[in-house]
């Protein structure tokens, strides 16, 4: 019986037997002093912003309005329940 990936049957891939496992002690990052590490970090950093999928200018002034008529709603809205709560204190306490 088969399907997309391949038989059941009959694995893809060997599994690594157990002096394979022991040969390998630190992989890559065993061999590579501090910098090497710093250099491997710095490059995987640079391959994942390349992923990324950055918005055009249209998007991305279409998202900057909307957060900046979102936030000036907000503030309104909490500016007039403040003020609400302000007059009430007043009313109760004199």
Known sequence: MTDAVGSIDMPDAEDETAESKKARKGGKRGKKGPFGRLAVFYRQI??????????????LTTYTTVVIVFVVIMIGLVTVIDYGFQNAVKYVFG
């Open 46 to 59: 640079v391959a994942e912003l390349r992923k990324v999928v950055w918005p055009t200018r249209n998007q």
